[in-house]
């Protein structure tokens, strides 16, 4: 129980989150859509880590979610430099037209 | 001593490498001075070697320098065994190989690969030595392969020649067979008597006879009939000479071929004790002799007469080992490395003044063009001949005397044998040296004798083929035979002539008898009548033609056993190898060609459907775990 409140929802939360996350990434075509569904992924676990961390009173966890946290804040930068890169050569950010390694 | 030893051996290598590895950059005379060098120094070492032994305890001296092959029972040392045997050998190897080493300068000056052979040929020294010096069978078999390897570069010196490569293989696989025998026999004696090395062989009663002991002795022979050139492997001897001319007079008539004799004599107690061992090596020896006589008495190429001849001639002493007589035959080892490398380097001589023509049928008159070289050969031709007092007769007449105490056959197998001998040689000295000149004008003019520094060593060589049978003067006349004298530690069962002097004196009588009719015979036939070889292959009799033809051995040799791995290797080539293999391949790669397209229609290029199969095997895999 934290705070009264038991920790099935904080799991059903960030299974709820993750698996929006998920299908966001597989079913969107648009490159900047999916990189908030992996936000919203990385999040969902974020949370989860918070729970549990306060449910054992151990802070191990919530040290867990700044690297997190951190390591998404540089893979946004880059992921967001890659687009840019993506969006001058083929004039889009549709990840369906990005398909030329299949040939 | 194990100094001078280890100094006799390797200078020749050091020569070898030093103008293998450098030879292009020195001066001509350089490598000449380094290559004759090392072995005349090797040859002053080895008369050292040779006066020091006769002062050591029962004349041996066994060296060992370290241990090479030690493996359960087998302990093979790296050493060397300096005896009677081996210190004459070692005289004869150096010496004779000194003098043609001198020689070759003269005669190989306008070759390109000047530097090349004479680093082929200190390395053969190198490994003759090590043949007769090693003091295991072992060591005997590095240097027999090492010698083999040899003779195979220097064969195929002129290696732009199809024919002399063939030449140099046909040795080489020849050699292969009877190395197998070796290599057998080996086994056997190691599994027999229990070790390899002499010191342990030569301890009384170390051999005795079991019934193992034939098989070694014959398994040993077979490698001897390939390295010395026996019926049935002697077939490559003739073709060796496509090498260069002082090549086959050091290899393939002073040293290398003789390896086989030595061999059987280092063998001696094996051979003593087994009779069918011993007739089966006379029996060989006995027609081979005979055998390759007949077939030289009808060569016209001067290199190939005297390569049936030096077939003979060892045909001669093998003979002589059948009826146990092994001193005679390294007596005979010894006089015949000096009148048949010293027939080799003056049918050199007359190859040079002809400007390369080895064609008797060209030749004739050249004795007033060439007359140091006609001189030595005449001494030479009478010496093989067996006309005393020159060196041939005493060791042909020593080695036939114990053949006919031994066995009478074969003893007159030895004496046509030689009275053919004396027939085909001086045939070869009547067409080469008498008559008239029959290669043209233009080839008249260019006839000369040769350089002196190919004349010298032809005189010394005959100087040794005149006083050579000092060695082993008979005691028939009062004489001490010291060859067979000094050899008496080698031997483990002597035999002594039991003859009376009145029989010795009769069967000296019929060989000289014999000698000489033969030379009239070819006198009277090549001289008087003037009677020439034919040129065209059409007016031989039949008789004629077959021996023209060398009995068909070869092509007898060609239908039995290449034709059928010829046809053996068809059969594999279009069966197994085009059916099998090639199917076995093909279907291989047509399977992994079928499932690529296949799998390859997975990969649509959706980024989303990647991850979506990413996270399907996320799940499963995850939901696998307990």
């Given at each position: ?103 | ?239 060796a000479m496509a090498g260069p001319t002082p090549v086959s007079a050091l290899i393939h ?261 014999g000698a000489v009719a033969s030379i009239y015979f070819a006198y009277q036939l090549f ?100």
């Open positions: 129980m934290i705070n009264g409140i038991s920790i099935d929802y904080f799991i059903l939360l960030s299974a709820v989150l993750f698996t929006i996350g998920a299908i966001g990434v597989m079913a969107r075509r648009n490159s900047i859509i999916i990189f908030m569904c992996i936000e919203l992924m990385l999040n969902a676990v974020n949370i989860l880590l918070v729970a549990f961390s306060t449910l054992h009173q151990n802070a191990e966890g919530q040290v867990f979610v700044f690297f997190v946290m951190t390591v998404a804040a540089a893979e946004v930068s880059v992921g967001l430099a890659i687009l840019t890169m993506i969006y001058r050569n083929i004039k889009s950010i549709d990840t369906n037209l990005l398909s030329n390694l299949k040939d | 001593m194990a100094y001078i030893l280890l100094g006799i051996v390797l200078l020749p290598l050091l020569g070898s490498i030093i103008n293998g590895l450098l030879g292009k950059k020195l001066s001509k005379s350089n490598v000449a001075t380094i290559a004759s060098g090392s072995i005349g120094l090797s040859f002053v070492l080895s008369i050292i070697a040779f006066i020091q032994l006769q002062s050591a305890e029962n004349r041996v001296i066994n060296v060992d320098y370290y241990k090479w092959v030690v493996s359960g029972m087998l302990d093979v040392p790296m050493g060397f065994w300096l005896d009677s045997l081996s210190s004459l050998y070692i005289l004869v190897i150096t010496g004779v190989g000194f003098l043609i080493h001198v020689y070759s300068i003269g005669y190989m000056h306008e070759d390109d690969g000047f530097s090349r052979y004479f680093s082929y040929l200190n390395l053969f020294v190198f490994f003759m030595l090590m043949l007769v010096l090693g003091n295991s069978y072992v060591t005997m078999f590095v240097g027999w392969e090492g010698v083999g390897l040899c003779s195979y570069l220097l064969i195929g010196f002129w290696f732009k020649n199809h024919a002399y490569n063939d030449a140099a293989k046909k040795a080489f696989i020849m050699n292969r067979i009877g190395d197998l025998g070796f290599i057998l026999g080996m086994a056997l004696l190691f599994i027999t008597y229990g070790s390899l090395n002499y010191a342990d062989l030569n301890k009384p009663g170390a051999i005795t006879y079991t019934s193992a002991t034939t098989a070694i002795a014959l398994l040993l022979f077979l490698g001897a009939t390939g390295k010395s050139a026996q019926i049935p492997l002697y077939t490559w001897l003739p073709d008539a002073a040293t290398m071929v003789t390896a086989g004799i030595y061999m059987v004599v280092r063998s001696n107690a094996i051979y003593s004790l087994s009779e069918t061992a011993s007739l089966v090596v006379g029996i060989v020896g006995g027609v081979t002799a005979l055998w390759a006589a007949i077939i030289a008495t009808l060569q016209f190429d001067i290199k190939k007469i005297l390569a049936y001849s030096t077939v003979s001639q060892l045909g001669l002493m093998f003979l002589g080992l059948g009826a146990n007589a092994y001193s005679s035959s390294v007596f005979h080892v010894i006089t015949h490395a000096f009148f048949k490398a010293l027939l080799f380097l003056g049918a050199g001589s007359v190859i040079h003044a002809m400007g390369g023509e080895q064609d008797i049928r060209k030749m004739g008159g050249l004795s007033k063009k060439i007359p140091t070289t006609y001189l030595t050969m005449l001494i030479a031709t009478i010496a093989i001949s067996g006309i005393p007092p020159f060196s041939g007769f005493f060791s042909k007449d020593e080695i036939l005397a114990h053949v006919y105490e031994y066995n009478k056959g074969l003893w007159a197998l030895g004496v046509i044998a030689s009275m053919l001998t004396a027939f085909y040689m001086f045939r070869m000295l009547f067409l080469t040296f008498w008559g008239y000149f029959r290669g043209g004008s233009e080839l008249y003019k260019h006839l000369h004798e040769s350089p002196s520094v190919m004349t010298i060593p032809l005189m010394i060589l005959a100087v040794l083929s005149v006083i050579g049978g000092l060695l082993g003067l008979p005691e028939l006349i009062g004489a001490k035979n010291w060859i067979g004298h000094y050899l008496d530690n080698v031997i483990l069962i002597k035999t002594y002539l039991g003859l009376s002097h009145s029989i010795e004196w009769m069967l000296m009588g019929i060989a000289v008898a001289v008087i009548n003037g009677v020439l070889p034919v040129e065209d292959e059409a007016e031989l009799k039949w008789w004629q033609k077959i021996i023209y033809h060398k009995f068909y051995v070869d092509e007898l040799y060609d239908f039995i056993i290449r034709r059928p791995i010829d046809f053996l290797g068809k059969v594999v080539d279009r069966f197994f190898e085009k059916m099998v293999f090639n199917g076995i391949n093909d279907s291989i790669s047509s399977i992994t060609l079928f499932l690529g397209e296949w799998i390859r229609k997975i990969h649509i290029g959706n980024i989303a459907y990647y991850i979506m199969a990413m996270t399907i095997s996320i799940i499963v895999i995850l939901s696998m775990i307990k």
